[in-house]
C-alpha cells in the first residue's frame, strides 16, 4: 500500500514539477526577459564619443521630432474614442431598442465588419476612397477642382477606423442591452416618461461598465494603430517602430533604442489604462432589476420627425457599412482592367481573380509587344498568394490549438488551487502580455531572438531563416493568452463540483476526471475560443509586419506587397484583382467560423430542441403532401 502512495505520490510530483518548469519557462523566456531586454536597450546606446550615455535616445526623443509619432496617436487614440461611440451606441440602439423597420437587414450591415478586418477591410474603403478609387473617381467627374488625395492621412484614418471597430459594440454592447430588465423601461413609461428619457434616466445608466469597458479598449486600439496608418499615410507610433526596427545605425542615430523607446511609452499608455479599468472594476456595480425579469421589448419612437431621422441615419450608415463590401464582391468577378479603371463592366464576368492562369501582353519601351506567360492569375493559382494562405493557415491553426491547450491545462490547474497564491501567480502570469502592446511583444523578439546567444534556444537565431516561423507562433500564442483565459475560465464555472467528486469517489485518477468529465463540458467554450483566435490570427498584418522576412510572410502581406509592386516589368498585373477576390475569400472563412460560434454554438439546448421540433415538423408536412398525391394518383 505504502509503495503504491510512493509511486502515486512521485508520478503526480514529476507532472506537477513539469507543468510548473515549462509555464515558468514560457514566462520568464518568451514574456518577461525579452521585454525587459528591450527597456534596457534604451539605456546602453553611446554617443558621438563612443561612451555608453543612458540618456542619449531620451534626448534625442526630446529635441527631435520623435514626440509627434506619440502625440498623433494621442490624438486619434481619444477621437477615435468619441466617433466609435457615437457611432457603435446608434447602431446598437437602433437595431435592439428602438423599433426601426428593416433591423434585421441593418444589423447584418453592420456586423460585416467582424467578418473582414485590418488590412482587408482598409483595402476596402481605399477601393471607394483613394485618389483612382470609385467613388472619388465619380466625384473628380463632377468637380473636376477637387483634390484626389483627400482621402489620406488623420481624417482617413478616423473615418475608416471609426467604422471598423463598432464591431465590439455589436458584440458586447449588444448583449448588455438585450439582457436589460424590460419591467424598469416599462414601469419608467407608466410614470410618463417619453422614450428618450427613459434611454437616457434608465437604459444607459445600466451600459455604463460595459460602454467603459469598450471605451478602454477602443482607446487602446487607436493608440496601438497599425494597419489604417501605414495604408492612409499617418505618422503614428506603430508604423514608425516597425520602420525603426528595419532601419539601421548606418541610416539614422541609434534606430532599434528609439523603436524600443516608442513601444515602452505604448506599453506604459497601456498599463494605466489597464490598472484604470481594472480598479473600475473591483467598485463593482450592480442594478437591482425585478425578481421576474422580462425580456426588452423595442420602443417605437412616437414623434415622426424623429422617427424619420432615425430611419434616415439609420440607412445612411448602412450605406456606408455594406458599399465598401458590394464593391470588393462585385469586382472580385470582373477583370483586371476593369478593376483598374474601376468601372463596372456586366457583359464581361470572370473567375480568373479566383482560379486559373492567363497571359499578359504588353508594349515595351522599344514598341515591341512582349508576352508574360501566366501574369494574371488568381488566388488559388497564384503560388505567392497560394503560399501565404497555408503559410498563415498552418501558423494561425498551430498557434490558436497551442494557447488553447495552455490555457485549459493552466485553468484546470488555477480551480484545483483556487484557494492557494499559486493559482493566482499562474492567473496574472497568463494575463501579462495585456499589460503590454502587441508591438512590444513582437519588436522584443525580433531585436532579443536575433543571434546566437539566448542559451533557453539551444544558441539558435530564431530570427534567421525559416526560423522566424516559430517566433510569430509564438508572438500570436502569447497575444492570444489572455483573451483565452478570460473566455475557458468562465466556462469552467459551469462545472458542477458534485461530478468531479464522484468521479474521485469511484476511484478515478486526476487526469481521467479532466478528460472525460471536464472536458467534454468546456469544450464548446473551448472551440469557441479555438475559432476565434484563428480568425482573428488568419488575416492578421501587424505582428507579421514586425517579422518582416520572405520565411514568414503572411497571407495580409503576400496580398499588400503584390499590390504595391502591380504591373512592374508585367508581373501581377491583376494583384487588385486578387485582393478583392482573397477579401470575398476571408469574409467566407470569418463568416462560417462566426456563425459556427455565435450561431449554432451559441444556442442553448431549449433552442436547438425547437429548432429540431420544427424541422421534424416540416419534414412531416412536406411527407404528407408528396404521400397524399401519390396516394390520390393511385385511388384514380
Not at 338 to 351: E, F, G
Not at 589 to 595: D, F, K
Request: with cysteine; charged share 15%; hydrophobic share 50%.
Amino acid at each position: 500500500m505504502s509503495q503504491t502512495l510512493d509511486r502515486k505520490f512521485h508520478a503526480d510530483w514529476i507532472i506537477r514539477l513539469i507543468g510548473i518548469a515549462f509555464f515558468a519557462y514560457l514566462f520568464f523566456g518568451f514574456m518577461l526577459v525579452p521585454c525587459l531586454n528591450t527597456l534596457t536597450s534604451i539605456f546602453r546606446e553611446k554617443n558621438a564619443a563612443g561612451q555608453t550615455d543612458p540618456l542619449a535616445v531620451i534626448r534625442f526623443f526630446l529635441a527631435g521630432s520623435m514626440g509627434k509619432f506619440v502625440w498623433n496617436s494621442l490624438k486619434l487614440a481619444i477621437l477615435l474614442v468619441l466617433t466609435v461611440n457615437v457611432v457603435g451606441i446608434s447602431i446598437v440602439l437602433l437595431t435592439e431598442y428602438f423599433d426601426i423597420k428593416g433591423a434585421k437587414i441593418l444589423r447584418m450591415g453592420y456586423m460585416t465588419t467582424m467578418i473582414y478586418s485590418g488590412v482587408a477591410l482598409v483595402t476596402g474603403y481605399m477601393f471607394l476612397y483613394a485618389n483612382d478609387g470609385i467613388l472619388t473617381t465619380a466625384l473628380r467627374q463632377s468637380f473636376p477642382n477637387m483634390n484626389p488625395n483627400w482621402f489620406s492621412g488623420f481624417n482617413a484614418v478616423l473615418f475608416t477606423m471609426t467604422f471598423a471597430c463598432t464591431s465590439n459594440h455589436m458584440l458586447f454592447l449588444r448583449n448588455a442591452i438585450r439582457g436589460i430588465d424590460y419591467n424598469t423601461v416599462e414601469a419608467a413609461r407608466n410614470m410618463g416618461a417619453n422614450p428618450f428619457k427613459v434611454l437616457w434616466k434608465v437604459v444607459l445608466p445600466t451600459l455604463i461598465p460595459t460602454l467603459f469597458s469598450l471605451t478602454v479598449m477602443t482607446f487602446i486600439t487607436g493608440l496601438c494603430a497599425m494597419s489604417a496608418p501605414t495604408l492612409l499615410g499617418y505618422d503614428s507610433i506603430n508604423p514608425e517602430i516597425v520602420r525603426l526596427a528595419g532601419s539601421s545605425a548606418a541610416d539614422e542615430s541609434f534606430p532599434q533604442a528609439r523603436a524600443a523607446l516608442l513601444s515602452i511609452i505604448l506599453a506604459m499608455f497601456t498599463i494605466v489604462l489597464l490598472t484604470v479599468l481594472s480598479s473600475y472594476e473591483r467598485k463593482g456595480h450592480y442594478l437591482s432589476v425585478s425578481k421576474t425579469k422580462a425580456k426588452l421589448q423595442k420602443q417605437k419612437i412616437t414623434n415622426p420627425v424623429a422617427n424619420v431621422l432615425a430611419h434616415i441615419y439609420a440607412y445612411i450608415l448602412f450605406i456606408i457599412y455594406m458599399t465598401p463590401v458590394v464593391m470588393i464582391i462585385v469586382f472580385a468577378f470582373q477583370t483586371y482592367s476593369a478593376i483598374r479603371l474601376k468601372k463596372l463592366d456586366l457583359s464581361q464576368w470572370t473567375l480568373i481573380n479566383f482560379f486559373g492562369k492567363e497571359d499578359y501582353q504588353y508594349l515595351t519601351s522599344r514598341g515591341k509587344y512582349k508576352t508574360r506567360v501566366g501574369a494574371i492569375s488568381g488566388v488559388f493559382s497564384n503560388e505567392s498568394t497560394l503560399g501565404g494562405i497555408k503559410l498563415s493557415f498552418i501558423l494561425s491553426a498551430l498557434a490558436a490549438a497551442l494557447a488553447c491547450v495552455i490555457v485549459v491545462v493552466a485553468c484546470n490547474y488555477i480551480f484545483n488551487k483556487k484557494h492557494k497564491k499559486s493559482g493566482v501567480v499562474l492567473e496574472y502570469a497568463l494575463l501579462f502580455p495585456w499589460l503590454l502592446p502587441t508591438i512590444l511583444i513582437c519588436y522584443s523578439y525580433r531585436t532579443f531572438f536575433n543571434s546566437n546567444a539566448v542559451w533557453y534556444v539551444g544558441n539558435q537565431n530564431l530570427y534567421y531563416a525559416e526560423s522566424v516561423r516559430i517566433l510569430i507562433v509564438m508572438a500570436y500564442t502569447v497575444t492570444k493568452l489572455p483573451f483565452s483565459l478570460r473566455m475557458i475560465k468562465a466556462s469552467f464555472y459551469a462545472i458542477d463540483e458534485e461530478l468531479e467528486d464522484a468521479a474521485k469517489n469511484l476511484g478515478a485518477k486526476p487526469l481521467r476526471t479532466f478528460l472525460r468529465v471536464k472536458l467534454p463540458i468546456i469544450l464548446p467554450s473551448v472551440l469557441a475560443v479555438f475559432a476565434l483566435n484563428f480568425n482573428a490570427l488568419f488575416t492578421e498584418y501587424d505582428m507579421s509586419a514586425t517579422f518582416a522576412s520572405k520565411y514568414g510572410t503572411s497571407y495580409a502581406m503576400v496580398i499588400q506587397n503584390m499590390c504595391a509592386e502591380e504591373g512592374m516589368y508585367g508581373y501581377n498585373v491583376n494583384a487588385s484583382g486578387r485582393r478583392c477576390a482573397s477579401t470575398v475569400f476571408i469574409m467566407i472563412v470569418s463568416g462560417i467560423i462566426l456563425y459556427l460560434v455565435y450561431g449554432v454554438g451559441s444556442r442553448d439546448l431549449g433552442e436547438r430542441l425547437a429548432i429540431k421540433d420544427r424541422r421534424r415538423k416540416r419534414m412531416e408536412k412536406l411527407r404528407a403532401a408528396f404521400g397524399g398525391g401519390k396516394e390520390s394518383k393511385s385511388a384514380a
